[in-house]
């Protein structure tokens, strides 16, 4: 084992990985990425009217050409509860899995929102060394993912089979 996790998100995605040497080293490229998993905020991208009764904030017309009466609905409120949920949820996972593997290193990708709201739970949750890097990743293919994280050098390059 390597030792490192990686963690890719944003408000809706959340990917966990980590690094595994070739189990044939001769015939594939190693150290191999591993996805373990992907967690989902179905609130960040439900429609407003999936997630309230009105799909309007903010108004309400009164009865019989009356006027228009303005209100909050602490909409704002609701939604940066979900968010926390949501980091709290990417963060507990990512604890779990570092201890799971022994992970010395997680190396987390997010956008720069994201990655401050990550850096405020992950470090609650110590033990291991924190990379970070500001950029969502969440689209990227394994492959791309690798490359871009060790041309970083905070992964180790893939050696090509047969040289180890």
Same mark, same amino acid.
């Given at each position: 084992?390597?030792?490192?996790?990686?963690?890719?998100?944003?408000?809706?995605?959340?990917? +966990? @990985?980590?690094?595994?040497? %070739?189990?044939?080293?001769? +015939?594939?490229?190693?150290?191999?990425?591993?996805? *373990?998993?992907?967690?989902?905020?179905?609130?960040?991208?439900?429609?407003?009217?999936?997630?309230?009764?009105?799909?309007?904030?903010?108004?309400?017309?009164?009865?019989?050409?009356?006027?228009? *009466?303005?209100?909050?609905?602490?909409?704002?409120?609701?939604?940066?509860?979900?968010?926390?949920? @949501?980091?709290?949820?990417?963060?507990?996972?990512?604890?779990?899995?570092?201890?799971?593997?022994?992970?010395?290193?997680?190396?987390?990708?997010?956008?720069?929102?994201?990655?401050?709201?990550?850096?405020?739970?992950?470090?609650?949750?110590?033990? +291991?060394?924190?990379?970070?890097?500001?950029?969502?990743?969440?689209? @990227?293919?394994? *492959?791309?993912?690798?490359?871009?994280? %060790?041309?970083? %050098?905070?992964?180790?390059?893939?050696?090509?089979?047969? +040289?180890?």
């Amino acid at each position: 084992m390597l030792n490192i996790i990686i963690v890719v998100a944003n408000g809706s995605l959340a990917r +966990f @990985f980590s690094l595994r040497p %070739a189990e044939t080293p001769e +015939f594939e490229s190693s150290p191999r990425m591993v996805e *373990h998993g992907t967690l989902t905020n179905p609130e960040q991208t439900a429609s407003s009217k999936e997630l309230w009764s009105d799909s309007r904030s903010g108004s309400n017309r009164g009865a019989a050409g009356g006027g228009v *009466h303005r209100y909050d609905d602490h909409r704002n409120q609701h939604r940066a509860e979900y968010e926390r949920r @949501f980091v709290q949820s990417v963060a507990g996972e990512t604890a779990a899995l570092a201890r799971n593997e022994g992970a010395a290193r997680v190396v987390v990708t997010a956008d720069n929102r994201m990655l401050g709201m990550l850096r405020d739970e992950l470090h609650r949750n110590n033990g +291991f060394e924190i990379k970070e890097v500001a950029k969502d990743y969440s689209k @990227f293919s394994m *492959h791309e993912l690798h490359e871009q994280l %060790a041309a970083l %050098a905070l992964i180790p390059a893939r050696r090509r089979p047969g +040289f180890q």
